[in-house]
């Protein structure tokens, strides 16, 4: 994956992580942002 889009990803993830409403749609978005950073971790 290319550097920019990785750190862009871990960007996306540590905002969704700080600003979490627990709505639907942010519940949604972190559990595909949690996908996506296990899977760049292995």
Do not use: G, S, V
Not at 4 to 26: A, E, G, P, V
Request: hydrophobic content about 35%; some cysteine; proline content about 2%.
């Amino acid at each position: 994956m290319p550097l920019l889009k990785r750190n862009h990803l871990k960007h996306l993830f540590n905002y969704i992580l700080t600003h979490n409403n627990m709505n639907t749609f942010t519940h949604h978005l972190k559990f595909i942002c949690t996908y996506l950073y296990e899977q760049e971790m292995y």
